[in-house]
């Protein structure tokens, strides 16, 4: 049987024109990741404001972030979205710029795309200032918790994603540059 891609995912950096494409793979992702019992009205509504074209337009324009898109052949599989600000996610940890979100469109998920993805995000945020990164992943994924973890993270401990008074608790995971 041969294999469905014939052809290596290409990173590149992303910019204002990408914000539609990845805004229906950001809800994508996010409604497969968090929505585990269905659909409901906040879980709609936090997928359409959060992850709309608008809002990665603005983000995408933003000087202090960097989105690293993976594609093939013209198509999106796949994003990571950086801070390039040194902030730290609680007192106890180092100072260190934020992986944001990296997300795969599931069909693509374990061919590479992430750890790709991840990697090009470290380099990029590698520097004698900033030796730390630091992510927040939903607890309940145990998928992403794991790869983390076997690219180098450690948790360092919780936060809570919060929206329409529910609170998800996320790991704190940093890994020194």
Same mark, same amino acid.
């Given at each position: 049987m041969?294999?469905?891609?014939?052809?290596k995912?290409v990173?590149?950096?992303?910019?204002p024109?990408d914000?539609l494409?990845?805004?229906a793979l950001?809800?994508?992702v996010?409604?497969?990741?968090y929505?585990?019992? !269905? $659909?409901?009205s906040? &879980?709609? =509504?936090?997928a359409?404001n959060?992850?709309s /074209?608008?809002?990665?337009e603005?983000r995408?324009?933003?000087?202090?972030r960097?989105?690293i898109?993976a594609?093939?052949?013209?198509h999106?599989?796949?994003?990571a979205?950086?801070?390039l600000?040194?902030?730290r996610?609680?007192?106890?940890?180092p100072?260190?710029?934020e992986?944001?979100r990296?997300?795969?469109?599931?069909?693509?998920q374990r061919? !590479? $795309?992430?750890?790709? &993805?991840? =990697?090009s995000?470290?380099l990029?945020?590698a /520097?004698?200032q900033?030796?730390?990164?630091?992510?927040?992943?939903w607890a309940?994924?145990q998928r992403?918790?794991?790869?983390?973890?076997?690219?180098?993270?450690?948790?360092?401990?919780?936060?809570?994603?919060v929206f329409?008074?529910?609170?998800?608790e996320?790991?704190?995971?940093?890994?020194?540059?």
């Amino acid at each position: 049987m041969e294999p469905a891609h014939t052809t290596k995912p290409v990173l590149r950096i992303g910019a204002p024109g990408d914000a539609l494409s990845v805004a229906a793979l950001a809800i994508q992702v996010f409604l497969d990741t968090y929505a585990t019992d !269905g $659909i409901r009205s906040d &879980l709609a =509504r936090e997928a359409f404001n959060e992850y709309s /074209s608008l809002r990665f337009e603005e983000r995408l324009t933003d000087p202090t972030r960097l989105f690293i898109l993976a594609e093939r052949e013209g198509h999106l599989l796949g994003f990571a979205e950086l801070s390039l600000v040194h902030t730290r996610p609680n007192d106890q940890t180092p100072e260190g710029k934020e992986l944001i979100r990296l997300y795969v469109q599931p069909a693509f998920q374990r061919e !590479g $795309i992430g750890s790709a &993805l991840l =990697r090009s995000a470290e380099l990029k945020c590698a /520097s004698p200032q900033a030796q730390t990164l630091w992510l927040t992943a939903w607890a309940g994924n145990q998928r992403a918790l794991s790869f983390y973890r076997a690219c180098g993270y450690h948790d360092v401990g919780s936060t809570s994603y919060v929206f329409e008074g529910n609170a998800y608790e996320n790991r704190i995971l940093v890994k020194q540059l």
